[in-house]
């Protein structure tokens, strides 16, 4: 038992005991936030272990034209689980775990607001993930029906389509429990004195990224219950038959799925937006217009769904609408660019392998909102949609936007979590790798889609080999790169150099300044007082 | 500022409390894990589903009085003051938001069913290609839908299910008063009363299904109609149920001499969702049956 969790009775010892329970079970029923968060942590690597030998299998068959390891099904069926399993098993959870970590301590709170709902947040996605992978070995196998599980397609597919369905309704059960918190614990948590614009913007960004979870998982929870009782129960929601459409299940969709993009990457900026003032020395240029941007970009993101669907036949009217609003959502992301440029101008720049995954974050996840503002145009994106152009453009802003600042983040933090120091030198080494790695797979997508290759098909036209080559030897060499991060990380936990209190000299919000390295179990039983 | 320093010192006059380590969560996950399995192959024509079904639904209501029993009773035992008020006023209130967007998908369906896309197949180029001879209209089935049916009118049992819930919205509010002027008698009479409500309007829903199907021909698979129809009031009246239950369990602990004049969230929380429900049904008695 711990003094926070015994308010009522005597203090115990806060050391060595974790709350009565020992071995496997600490953490199965731990509600500490740190706990949590390292789970959180270690349950995406695994998923993106996965995903990422998926979408290596995907590359092996891409790396020839015609037919090499698998049948188009089972292709099929690879890329849609390599994004479902991406998206909502890797990157969502990686920055829940840097919220559960961070969230607490940097705004001077003992843990998060609902502890043990807290650990159900986390011990649903096990579950979940489960049920996705299982669907491989139902009769039929996983569905083959892209992320997006658009209907009349997924009338089609065999149980592994239940699977899925069900595995959402958990995931997103997962996800609303856990933004309900995170929301709860940002607005009533807060050490006093920690006003809401003194807040570190890791916070406002899961402040919004946690409201628009809550507002659009439910959304999607409706799509494919819809869907599930399309297949089973006679209902015609997407079947023109009976007066549905197939249109609406991709309005209620992308409804949901545009909101989603940006909440795989806002979290992402929260954690730049301290990683780059860190090492610029500098405090953060344009704080309230950063917030301000943010909660721009999340009321944006809510009018701008139908630019996935400017193909499927709608009213130019329509499309003109979606059309200015998605790239009106530029401006805000240009705002946000332009404060992380001008917050390192003149700075004492140091590269460090946060700031290296910062600095390449910065040039890459640019590069992706430029494509996203050239599909976002009628005439263009109705020659790119559903080609390896939009495949690139959504890689770049999600695997060099989000899961870059994934890496920036733990390497930034990985000292305050651990007490250990990483190996620089490696660190360096993953950070360019992957860099030149990732830029082999995806900038030549950018050429193929533009040649007119379509996504989704496992067989191609000769022309495309040379640019598919390369890009396939990319995926493999980016995939190795990953077992050296694995290396750098379990070689940090089990013998790294013991790491300074501040190890990084510009960083400046409490779990830095307030907490010693490594934090404790418990921080901040008694609140900070911040000035 | 003084002001605000002196009302947040106010709310938090002690520890916020962090609770214990428990083994429930876990299992409500495990038991969502079997109930989806089982789900998964009893729609796949293998009954044995069932099985795990029944298993994780057990599962999940020993995981729900535990859980929920510990939390009573660490609330009864003075555990939770102000501060952690607070968090649970804004938990409920999020979670109803999210509510509100789950059902928000199945209006749209519903709207996008009405504007958009039975009209559509009724237009020249459809009738010319598709299907000829169909018009376009509210109730409709589509096109591709051959049997006679009748929608449901508005001013029969709904108009009256109608009066019901939001008279049960007016007793829970008396039964809260009650609650706050420690009228314990009064109270548990008004909370008894909303139940009452809740379950006639249950009754009758389930009167009004079963009239539906026999003596409509209209069913969940009666086309864009009975697909929106089902899933808003099933979905709707599933709520309901939850949310009578969860106020007969208020009314025990009334009973049993829970909650304090000025410090008994759950009853709030459940009244809220109570009211949530009660202005879903009025969007369906408006859109669903009315207009
Ligand atoms: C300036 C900001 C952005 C703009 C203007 C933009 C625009 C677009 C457009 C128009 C498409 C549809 C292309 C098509 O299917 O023809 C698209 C697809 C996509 N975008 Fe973006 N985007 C932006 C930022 C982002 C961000 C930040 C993310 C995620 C982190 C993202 C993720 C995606 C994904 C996943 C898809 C493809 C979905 C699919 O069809 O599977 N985008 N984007
Ligand atoms: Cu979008």
């Known amino acids: 038992?711990?003094?926070?969790?015994?308010?009522?009775?005597?203090?115990?010892?806060?050391?060595?005991?974790?709350?009565?329970?020992?071995?496997?079970?600490?953490?199965?029923?731990?509600?500490?936030?740190?706990?949590?968060?390292?789970?959180?942590?270690?349950?995406?690597f695994v998923m993106f272990s996965i995903g990422g030998l998926m979408a290596v299998m995907i590359r092996m068959e891409l790396f020839s034209p015609g037919l090499q390891f698998f049948n188009p099904e089972f292709f099929n069926q690879l890329t849609t689980m390599h994004g479902l399993i991406m998206v909502f098993g890797a990157i969502m959870p990686v920055f829940v775990g840097f919220a559960n970590w961070l969230i607490p301590m940097q705004i001077g709170a003992p843990d998060m607001a609902f502890a043990r709902l807290n650990n159900w947040s986390f011990w649903l996605l096990p579950f979940a993930a489960s049920l996705l992978v299982l669907s491989f070995f139902m009769p039929g196998g996983a569905p083959g029906v892209g992320w997006t599980m658009y209907a009349p397609l997924t009338a089609q597919m065999g149980m592994g389509m239940d699977f899925t369905i069900f595995a959402i309704h958990i995931l997103g059960m997962?996800?609303?429990?856990?933004?309900?918190?995170?929301?709860?614990?940002?607005?009533n948590m807060r050490a006093p004195g920690m006003t809401l614009m003194k807040m570190p913007l890791f916070c406002w960004t899961w402040l919004i990224t946690a409201y628009l979870l809550v507002a659009v998982m439910p959304v999607l929870a409706g799509a494919v219950t819809m869907t599930l009782t399309d297949r089973h129960f006679g209902t015609t929601f997407f079947n023109a038959a009976g007066g549905g459409d197939p249109v609406l299940y991709q309005h209620i969709f992308w409804f949901f799925g545009h909101p989603e993009v940006y909440i795989i990457a806002l979290p992402g900026?929260?954690?730049?937006?301290?990683?780059?003032?860190?090492?610029?020395?500098?405090?953060?240029?344009?704080?309230?217009?950063?917030?301000?941007?943010?909660?721009?970009?999340?009321?944006?993101?809510?009018?701008?769904?139908?630019?996935?669907?400017?193909?499927?036949?709608?009213?130019?009217?329509?499309?003109?609408?979606?059309?200015?609003?998605?790239?009106?959502?530029?401006?805000?992301?240009?705002?946000?660019?332009?404060?992380?440029?001008?917050?390192?101008?003149?700075?004492?720049?140091?590269f460090e392998t946060p700031m290296l995954f910062a600095c390449g974050f910065l040039f890459m996840f640019t590069?992706?909102?430029?494509?996203?503002?050239v599909l976002a145009l009628v005439p263009v994106d109705i020659q790119l949609q559903d080609t390896y152009y939009v495949v690139a453009h959504f890689h770049y802003v999600m695997v060099a936007g989000a899961l870059f600042a994934a890496f920036a983040g733990i390497y930034f933090w990985l000292p305050k979590w651990t007490g250990k120091m990483y190996n620089e030198t490696l660190g360096k080494i993953h950070f360019w790798l992957t860099m030149i790695f990732f830029n082999m797979i995806f900038f030549v997508q950018h050429f193929l889609g533009l040649a007119g290759m379509p996504r989704r098909i496992p067989d191609y036209n000769l022309m495309f080999e040379t640019w598919n080559k390369i890009s396939s030897l990319g995926a493999f060499g980016m995939g190795l790169a990953q077992l050296l991060f694995l290396y750098i990380v379990v070689s940090c936990i089990r013998n790294g150099k013991p790491a300074a209190q501040l190890p990084w000299e510009g960083a400046d919000s409490l779990e830095w300044t307030h907490l010693p390295t490594p934090a404790p179990y418990h921080s901040f039983e008694t609140p900070p007082v911040v000035k | 500022?003084?002001?605000?320093?002196?009302?947040?010192?106010?709310?938090?006059?002690?520890?916020?409390?962090?609770?214990?380590?428990?083994?429930?969560?876990?299992?409500?996950?495990?038991?969502?894990?079997?109930?989806?399995?089982?789900?998964?192959?009893?729609?796949?024509?293998?009954?044995?589903?069932?099985?795990?079904?029944?298993?994780?639904?057990?599962?999940?209501?020993?995981?729900?009085?535990?859980?929920?029993?510990?939390?009573?009773?660490?609330?009864?035992?003075?555990?939770?003051?102000?501060?952690?008020?607070?968090?649970?006023?804004?938990?409920?209130?999020?979670?109803?938001?999210?509510?509100?967007?789950?059902?928000g998908a199945f209006?749209?369906?519903?709207?996008?069913?009405?504007?958009?896309?039975?009209?559509?197949?009724?237009?020249?180029?459809?009738?010319?290609?598709?299907?000829?001879?169909?018009?376009?209209?509210?109730?409709?089935?589509?096109?591709?839908?051959?049997?006679?049916?009748?929608?449901?009118?508005?001013?029969?049992?709904?108009?009256?299910?109608?009066?019901?819930?939001?008279?049960?919205?007016?007793?829970?509010?008396?039964?809260?008063?009650?609650?706050?002027?420690?009228?314990?008698?009064?109270l548990l009479l008004w909370l008894a009363a909303t139940v009452a409500l809740g379950v006639t309007f249950i009754c009758f829903q389930a009167y009004e299904y079963i009239h539906a199907y026999h003596e409509l021909n209209l069913k969940l698979s009666t086309g864009v109609y009975g697909s929106t129809f089902f899933m808003l009031t099933g979905f709707h009246g599933f709520h309901v149920t939850l949310g009578a239950i969860m106020l007969t369990v208020i009314w025990f602990r009334c009973l049993k001499g829970h909650f304090k004049p000025d410090h008994h969230f759950a009853f709030e929380g459940v009244a809220w969702y109570w009211h949530f429900v009660d202005v879903v049904w009025l969007g369906l008695f408006i859109f669903v049956y009315w207009l």
Not at chain 1, 177 to 187: A, H, Y
Not at chain 1, 367 to 373: D, Q, Y
Not at chain 2, 119 to 126: C, G, I, N, Q
């Open chain 1, 1 to 44: 038992m711990s003094a926070v969790a015994d308010t009522h009775g005597h203090a115990h010892d806060a050391h060595g005991h974790h709350g009565g329970y020992s071995g496997i079970m600490r953490w199965i029923t731990t509600t500490n936030h740190k706990d949590i968060g390292t789970m959180y942590l270690w349950f995406s």
């Open chain 1, 174 to 187: 997962s996800s609303i429990l856990g933004s309900i918190n995170i929301i709860t614990t940002i607005l």
């Open chain 1, 269 to 350: 900026f929260g954690v730049i937006s301290q990683v780059i003032p860190a090492f610029s020395r500098k405090p953060l240029f344009g704080y309230a217009s950063m917030v301000y941007a943010t909660s721009a970009i999340a009321i944006l993101s809510f009018i701008v769904w139908a630019h996935h669907m400017y193909t499927v036949g709608m009213p130019v009217t329509g499309q003109l609408f979606f059309m200015y609003a998605t790239t009106l959502i530029a401006v805000p992301t240009g705002v946000k660019v332009f404060n992380w440029v001008t917050t390192m101008w003149k700075g004492s720049l140091t």
């Open chain 1, 367 to 373: 590069l992706g909102g430029f494509t996203g503002l």
């Open chain 2, 1 to 103: 500022m003084a002001h605000v320093a002196s009302t947040q010192a106010q709310v938090r006059q002690q520890h916020y409390s962090v609770p214990q380590p428990m083994p429930w969560p876990i299992m409500g996950s495990t038991s969502l894990f079997l109930m989806a399995l089982g789900a998964a192959f009893v729609f796949n024509d293998m009954r044995a589903g069932w099985v795990s079904i029944a298993a994780g639904f057990v599962l999940l209501l020993y995981m729900m009085v535990r859980w929920f029993g510990e939390v009573i009773r660490e609330s009864e035992g003075g555990r939770y003051g102000r501060w952690e008020d607070v968090s649970f006023r804004w938990g409920m209130s999020f979670f109803i938001f999210s509510e509100v967007m789950f059902f």
């Open chain 2, 107 to 186: 209006f749209g369906a519903l709207f996008w069913a009405r504007v958009y896309s039975v009209p559509d197949l009724a237009t020249l180029e459809s009738q010319a290609l598709l299907w000829s001879g169909f018009s376009a209209h509210w109730p409709s089935a589509g096109p591709g839908f051959a049997e006679q049916f009748s929608p449901m009118s508005a001013w029969g049992i709904p108009a009256l299910n109608t009066l019901l819930l939001l008279s049960s919205g007016v007793t829970v509010t008396f039964a809260h008063w009650n609650l706050i002027a420690n009228q314990r008698g009064k």
